[in-house]
Each structure stands twice: as C-alpha cells, then as structure tokens.
C-alpha cells in the first residue's frame, strides 16, 4: 500500500505545482476565454488545468516504472506506453476544444478514435463472465469498450460546471475503485499486489488531490474539457484492465456481482453524470439542437434554483458518488443484506440532504 500512496503523493505535488505554473502563464499571456452565459463564475479563469494534471499522471508513472515494487507492472510496456500516448492526444483534444470551442461533431469524432486506438492496442474487456462462461471476442470487447470509455468521458465532462465538481466526484469514485481493485489483486494474486488498474488509479487520486486547492470555490484555474476528458478516459481505462483479473468460475446464477464489478463500480459513481448526460442529449435533441450544444439546465444548476448553494450543490454530487461507490464496494465484500444495513439508511440521508432546500424554504415561509 506504501506504494501507491507514494505515487498518489507524487502525482499530487507535481500536479499541484504544475497548475500554479500552468496559471501564472495563462495570466501572463491572457489565455482564457470570456465568461459565457451559463458559466457560475463572474471573472475571467483558465481553463487549462488539464495541462497540469496529465503532467502529474506522466510523471506519477515515469517515477513508477523506476520502483521495483512496479516491475511486474511494466515487464510489457506497450499497454502502458498506449494509455499514456491515448491520454495525450485525448488531452490535447480538449485543450484545443478550450482554446477554440472545437465543433461538436469534430470533438466527437475525436474521442471515437483515441478510445478505439485504446481498445485496438489491447486496452479493453479481456473478459466478461457470464453464467461461468468468459466472453472475449475481439471485436465485441472492442465495440463495447469505444462504448463504455466515450459514455465515461463525455459523462465526466458534463458535470464540468461547478467549482470542484469533477474532481472532487472523481477523487471519491477513484478511491473506491481502487480499494476494490487492491483487494481483488490481493484474491487473485495474493504474492504480488502490484498491477496497472490499481497504479492507474492511485495516479488519478494523486492529480485530483493536487488540482482541487486551486479548482476549489473560489476556482482560480478550472481542468476544461482537456481535463475532464482525461480522467474520463483515465477512469474507464482503469476499469478495462482490471477486468482481466477476474476469475469465471466466481461467477454464478445467484451471484454475478464479483464478475461484473469492473463494470458496474464505474458506471454506478457516475451515475449522477451518466443521468445528466442522458438527461441533456435527449433534451437537446427535442429542442432540435446538438446534442452537446451547452446549455444552463444541468443537474447542478437545477440544484441551485433548486434552493442549494454553489457548495451546497457540489456536495449533493459528492454524497451521492460516496453512497453508491461504497455500497457496491460492499457488494465485493459482504452479502446484500449486511450491505441493506449500509445503504438504507445512507439512502435516507442522502434524500434528506438533497431535498433540504424545500423544508428550509417552507420553514421560512411559516415565520
């Protein structure tokens, strides 16, 4: 464990002072774009940060490819070298995007192909247990990956709307997924605990914890599009390559949920973001509009009109990723009615707190 730690620590002092660097030059140079209608913010901020946080991802990696703990880690390069060539151009995607508000269809046809030179290069579902029975064609597993890994980021950068946001949301997925990733390397491998989702993952735990000083309300600098696309992508790769540590025989009619955690643990922390996308692209297309022409109608933004402040709005998000993360976290380790004990009540709490505003304002209105 000492070793991740060490390299979340670097990921997080590199990106931390990378984003200083980062907004010092665009200061200097006036690179930021005007204040749109829908932005929250009242003065002109960077969106830049994304520079800063693949720097920290690239460094955290270099400088674990030099520790020995990681050397069953990187005996084949290739995989590594491709997520780190993929979160580049990916990257670079989204800084032109926030230099130059790249057509929608161009941006798109962007993400399809960093995701399927990803999953061409063997960064996919390896396998997918159904019923004891492990599905892994090539082609499949390639389709099914584009899908998953364009869907994750697309749903990362829907909710870019709010200081703090995107990577505080992350930050509390990502530590889920790696707690389950450890504890599943520990089931399957329990003589080295060393693998590329868990060391994905404590990079992406290390850059968020660098960032969020400086995205944080009042943000100085914000992540953009180059940002949050690569950690969508970052997020989904670490997914696609703990799937090949799963065993089929674990799988059974009764309890499929060890075999299909790599998938649902992803999704279920970006449900908020998944349900916000959904929710934007089918009314974008009623109105006849793209479907990623931006809008103010998000969930965060409903949250505000809903009654709850910029922060108030950003928690709802962190509280709801950290009920479903754990709770499926606990469907890996425990059987559903110990996890019933977990869930109904953090359900509860998580209404309570989301629905506040109406019994604040109704408390007000009896005075």
């Known amino acids: 464990m ?7 620590l670097v990921a997080a002092i590199v990106t931390f002072f990378a984003t200083w660097l980062v907004l010092k030059l665009a200061h200097r140079f006036k690179i930021y774009p005007q ?26 990696i270099w400088v674990a490819s030099l520790l020995g703990w990681f050397h069953s880690v990187f005996l084949d390069p290739t995989k590594i070298i491709t997520i780190l060539v993929c979160a580049v151009a990916i990257n670079l995607l989204g800084f032109f995007d926030d230099l130059y508000d790249l057509d929608w269809t161009l941006k798109l046809a962007g993400q399809f192909l960093v995701a399927g030179g990803l999953a061409w290069q063997g960064v996919q579902i390896v396998s997918f247990p159904i ?14 990956t584009v899908f998953i890994t364009v869907l994750v980021m697309n749903a990362v950068n829907f909710i870019d709307g709010l200081d703090g946001l995107v990577a505080g949301v992350v930050l509390i997925g990502t530590t889920v997924f790696f707690f389950y990733a450890y504890l599943l390397t520990q089931q399957t491998t329990p003589t080295n605990y060393f693998n590329l989702a868990t060391l994905i993952s404590a990079g992406i735990i290390g850059v968020c914890v660098g960032f969020l000083p400086w995205n944080w309300r009042p943000a100085k600098i ?14 989904s790769t670490s997914a696609l390559t703990v799937t090949g540590q799963i065993d089929p025989s674990i799988t059974t ?12 643990l992803p ?6 973001p998944l349900l916000d996308f959904t929710l934007a692209v089918l009314r974008r297309l009623r109105a006849g509009k793209s479907p990623f022409a931006a809008d103010k109608k998000h969930i965060h933004h409903r949250l505000q009109d809903f009654g709850h402040s910029h922060l108030g709005s950003v928690l709802v998000f962190y509280v709801w990723s950290l009920l479903l993360s754990v709770t499926c976290l606990l469907f890996f380790l425990m059987p559903a009615h110990q996890v019933a004990v977990f869930f109904f ?19 007000e209105s009896l005075k």
């Open 2 to 8: 000492r070793a991740y730690l060490f390299i979340a």
């Open 35 to 60: 204040i749109r209608a829908r932005d929250a913010h009242t003065r002109p901020t960077p969106r830049l940060g994304g520079i800063a946080m693949m720097l920290g991802f690239a460094v955290s």
């Open 131 to 144: 019923d004891g029975l492990t599905i892994g064609s090539f082609g499949v597993s390639l389709v099914v």
């Open 222 to 235: 914000f992540m953009g599009d180059g940002g949050a696309l690569l950690l969508g992508l970052l997020m």
């Open 253 to 264: 009619k009764t309890n499929a949920v060890p075999a299909f955690m790599p998938l649902i």
């Open 267 to 272: 999704l279920a922390i970006l449900v908020l």
């Open 345 to 363: 009540p953090g359900l509860a709490l998580a209404l309570v707190y989301t629905v506040w505003p109406v019994f604040a304002k109704r408390k």
